[in-house]
């Protein structure tokens, strides 16, 4: 049971270049978040989608888009990397939107820019 | 605005002394809580969810956590470490609105001494 898979797991990019992270889960979740890791600050939400078909900001979004490809998939881009973008990335999702899920995560991508 | 403090953000304890991490949340309704755990390299998995049917939650790998409304407390103990709890902890809270909003704390990390 794979549950949330992203890839890739290491990337490293330099200033300017675009990216995208890949997102998929086998748990049929409908909703899929993308979170940012850094030391110190815990994890901040960057995009979320609710159900297929819809996205929205989460408390980060400046500098990503994202896509709900379909119910599995949730891929999120850099358009021009920065610095500042130098992160652990996780994917991750639940079922619904109810305050109890369980939300479950990927393995991480850590991505530098250079 | 709803937020999740944790108090020391390393924590080292003997290989088999107790383990003690401390969460305080902020909010005028209480929310949901939990406990993620990250071992290296890894994403963040489940340890254990507070959702208001009993104030003593049970998790996996001997853990447990008690809600105390009266302190604003989560508070995550084990009574005896093992060399394998060595990983970062995270608490976090989540409420409705209009996606399952989670807050998490700005994690723990725990350092087993043999």
């Known amino acids: 049971n794979a549950g949330v898979t992203q890839t890739p797991k290491f990337q490293v990019l330099k200033t300017g270049q675009s990216m995208t992270l890949q997102c998929a889960q086998d748990?049929?979740?409908?909703?899929m978040y993308w979170y940012q890791q850094d030391p110190g600050m815990g994890l901040r939400l960057i995009y979320y989608s609710a159900s297929e078909g819809t996205t929205d900001k989460g408390e980060v979004p400046n500098g990503y888009n994202v896509s709900r490809l379909n119910k599995r998939e949730f891929s999120l881009r850099l358009e021009s990397a920065a610095p500042s973008q130098t992160s652990v990335y996780f994917c991750?999702?639940?079922?619904?939107?109810?305050?109890?899920?369980?939300?479950?995560f990927g393995e991480g991508s850590w991505l530098t820019v250079v | 605005a709803q937020s999740v403090t944790q108090l020391g953000s390393h924590v080292s304890v003997s290989e088999g002394a107790l383990v003690l991490l401390r969460c305080n949340y902020s909010s005028s309704v209480p929310p949901y809580l939990f406990w993620y755990v990250q071992y290296p390299n890894q994403g963040l998995q489940l340890l254990l969810k507070?959702?208001?049917?009993?104030?003593l939650v049970k998790g996996i790998n001997g853990f447990e956590a008690e809600f105390k409304k009266s302190e604003t407390s989560f508070h995550l103990t084990k009574p005896s470490a093992h060399m394998s709890d060595a990983a970062e902890y995270f608490c976090?809270?989540?409420?409705?609105?209009?996606?399952?909003?989670?807050?998490f704390g700005i994690g723990t990390k725990l350092q087993v001494i043999p």
């Open positions: 507070y959702t208001s049917a009993a104030t």
């Open positions: 976090a809270a989540s409420r409705s609105g209009g996606y399952q909003k989670v807050t």
């Open positions: 991750a999702s639940s079922d619904g939107q109810g305050v109890r899920n369980t939300i479950y």
């Open positions: 748990m049929n979740h409908n909703s």
